[in-house]
Nanobody, 116 residues
């Protein structure tokens, strides 16, 4: 059974930083690209970033480019999102995502609130 568990969210002031983590299990983590998506209050889910299996190819939404960094540790089956220079518009629930055997899986998410 695919399981994704996010952690690391919280309340942070504008300009601050947070590091999100996603612990994966139930599949061969190193064989799958991973991504992060987010959902702000009252809005649909927005793709944020993706990383390939080896961790050497990454992509970002324009809204986070230059501020967020995605990474992964295949030995520990974990994915990370380092978020710097946070803005109020980054407030959302952040979800870890994998597409496994044609199905999409997300964790329960972790809340990130950027507010002074």
């Amino acid at each position: 059974e695919v399981q994704l568990v996010e952690s690391g969210g919280g309340l942070v002031q504008p300009g601050g930083s947070l590091r999100l983590s996603c612990a994966a299990s139930g599949f061969t983590f190193s064989s799958y690209a991973m991504s992060w998506v987010r959902q702000a209050p009252g809005k649909g889910r927005e793709w944020v970033s993706a990383i390939n299996t080896g961790g050497y190819s990454t992509r970002y939404a324009d809204s986070v480019k230059g501020r967020f960094t995605i990474s992964r540790d295949n030995a520990r089956a974990m994915e990370f999102l380092q978020m710097n220079s946070l803005k109020p518009d980054d407030t959302a629930v952040y979800f870890c995502h994998v597409r496994n055997r044609g199905r999409d899986f997300w964790g329960r998410g972790t809340q990130v609130t950027v507010s002074s």
